[in-house]
């Protein structure tokens, strides 16, 4: 399973510099972003960064519950 976790950050845009960063991808933060905070830090407004910053990912119901397969 990939998590790909820098596939989804903002474009860069010139000449602003990133008023943050990201707890989970590393990226810049922009004024006017929106951003998740916990008490984990802070993340981009995505699924992809949020996921990593609470260290919980999204996977199909048959294959958590599969008999056999132990992700602890
Ligand atoms: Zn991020």
Not at 22 to 41: F, H, L, N, P, T
């Amino acid at each position: 399973m990939s998590l790909d976790r820098f596939a989804y950050g903002p474009p860069d845009p010139q000449n602003e510099k990133p008023i943050g960063y990201c707890d989970a991808c590393g990226g810049e933060i922009y004024r006017g972003e929106q951003v998740y905070v916990s008490q984990m830090g802070v993340c981009h407004s995505t699924i992809s960064c949020l996921s990593v910053l609470l260290d919980v990912y999204l996977m199909d119901a048959e294959d958590c519950f599969m008999e056999g397969v132990s992700l602890w």
